[in-house]
């Protein structure tokens, strides 16, 4: 339960903002600078911290980003590392997953690119409770519902 002098020294919160903004690529453009802009935040701050932030991956990598507006104009955010997908996809060397993906299959991978985008999405504040083998199975999964195939050894 939450002390006195934690609930008097809560901020109200005016809105939670999801977005997915290329690393280091955030500027006061759409659509991060609509986004913040209705709320009256300060575009540039956000765009200086996000990039420096995200300045150790590689540019045009999607991140998603969770900014909390509060009622005095602040803001806090946190960055995600980009979805499980996308790491699949440039694993997998491909554009885009299978139409078909029962049926057909668009590429294969073997177990050790599975752990080492488990190994990526540990560091996740979401995922950091959760075991390696819990995640591989989880991205096993999405890699099945893309059509790809995850085998031991590749042809």
Not at 5 to 26: D, F, H, N, Q, W
Not at 60 to 79: L, Q, R, S, Y
Not at 105 to 115: D, G, S
Request: aromatic share 8%.
């Amino acid at each position: 339960m939450a002390s006195l002098k934690e609930i008097l020294t809560r901020r109200p919160i005016s809105a939670t903002i999801r977005l997915t903004v290329p690393a280091g690529g955030a500027r006061p453009a759409p659509p991060v600078g609509p986004a913040l802009g209705q709320y009256r935040l300060n575009l540039m701050a956000f765009c200086k911290d996000f990039n420096a932030r995200t300045q150790k991956y590689k540019p045009d990598t999607p991140m998603a980003v969770t900014i909390t507006a509060f009622k005095d104009n602040t803001f806090e955010f946190t960055v995600k590392s980009p979805s499980v997908t996308w790491y699949l996809k440039k694993a997998a060397g491909i554009e885009s997953g299978s139409g078909r993906s029962g049926h057909v299959t668009v590429a294969t991978l073997t177990p050790k690119h599975i752990y080492e985008i488990a190994k990526i999405k540990q560091s996740d504040p979401y995922c950091q409770y959760m075991s390696l083998e819990s995640i591989s199975k989880s991205i096993i999964g999405t890699a099945k519902s893309m059509g790809i195939k995850v085998q031991n050894e590749l042809d």
